[in-house]
């Protein structure tokens, strides 16, 4: 087979299975496995492919068609424009996230501080803040040993491990009580009556990355709960939301009274995805 005839076969086995946008998805798996930049298939189209690498690449189309995500295959995502690592001991990190990074960025981008990001998976959003807030310094912690790995890996190739801690912890408890200026997080937030009829891509992601408890709620109500004790006073809390827990959410923090100033903002596709408070 010719990289040509290797392209149309890719399209019309992903089109067949009804892969979504699968144009894109041959073109990534054919630079990823015969290594041929994707703006210049054309001159490779007479190039005879080898033949183990052809096996590879029927091999990823299947995986494809099964509901295997593209990042998991490549083991590559790009977040707030820096590269990460990821398989499926992690969440791919989503840019409806960046809206929360945005946002501490904006308040805090010339600012001393120390940051707790809580459930942090890939790393993405306490390396991503490492990197843009140039005197922050940065603790990040999740339950998954695996994520944890793999984060620190992330904050090596993204070069800001000097400015970080590892925790492996659930919620806070093996967390060092100190007062931080910022705790951020992205928890697990689906109900799990719900997780059974999300996308077959979603269900190739770690179940504990998703499952929020029969409420989506569980992480959050830990989190109001404990964050107290881990703030400054005029410390603030960011944390990333389903597009329909804004209420509930808000409603944790006004209940518990550690909080004022409380705003959410909504993501690039205009639903609500964030919510930020500040330590009394
Ligand atoms: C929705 S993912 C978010 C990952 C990452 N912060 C991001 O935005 O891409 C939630 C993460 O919470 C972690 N997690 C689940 N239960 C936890 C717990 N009890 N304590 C700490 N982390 C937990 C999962 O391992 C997963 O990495």
Excluded: W
């Excluded at 087979?1 to 290797?6: H, L, P, V």
């Excluded at 942090?120 to 940065?138: H, P, R």
């Excluded at 689906?190 to 990355?209: C, F, G, M, N, R």
Aim: overall charge negative; charged content about 30%.
């Amino acid at each position: 087979m010719n990289i040509k005839d290797i392209i149309n076969y890719g399209k019309n086995y992903l089109n067949e299975n009804n892969v979504d946008d699968y144009e894109t998805i041959v073109k990534i798996i054919v630079e990823y496995v015969f290594k041929i930049n994707k703006n210049e298939f054309i001159l490779h189209y007479e190039d005879e492919a080898d033949e183990l690498a052809v096996f590879d690449y029927k091999r990823y189309l299947k995986q494809i068609a099964d509901g295997v995500p593209i990042q998991y295959i490549t083991n590559k995502q790009e977040f707030m424009n820096l590269n990460f690592y990821v398989d499926e001991n992690v969440l791919i990190p989503q840019p409806d996230t960046e809206t929360l990074v945005e946002e501490v960025i904006s308040i805090y981008k010339d600012t001393k501080c120390e940051i707790l990001d809580l459930c942090t998976g890939s790393g993405a959003i306490g390396i991503s803040l490492a990197k843009y807030i140039s005197e922050s310094y940065v603790t990040i912690s999740d339950i998954s040993q695996k994520a944890i790995q793999i984060a620190k890996l992330n904050s090596e190739t993204n070069q800001v491990h000097n400015k970080m801690e590892y925790y492996e912890s659930d919620m806070f408890t093996n967390i060092e009580k100190k007062q931080y200026d910022i705790i951020v997080s992205n928890p697990p937030y689906i109900e799990t009556s719900i997780i059974e009829a999300l996308d077959k891509q979603v269900k190739h992601e770690p179940y504990i990355a998703l499952d929020g408890g029969s409420d989506g709620l569980k992480f959050y109500k830990i989190i109001v709960k404990n964050s107290p004790d881990y703030l400054k006073n005029g410390g603030r809390l960011f944390l990333e939301i389903g597009y329909n827990q804004k209420d509930s959410v808000m409603k944790l923090l006004e209940e518990s009274k550690n909080y004022s100033n409380i705003y959410s903002k909504k993501d690039l596709g205009g639903n609500d995805r964030i919510i930020v408070a500040t330590r009394r």
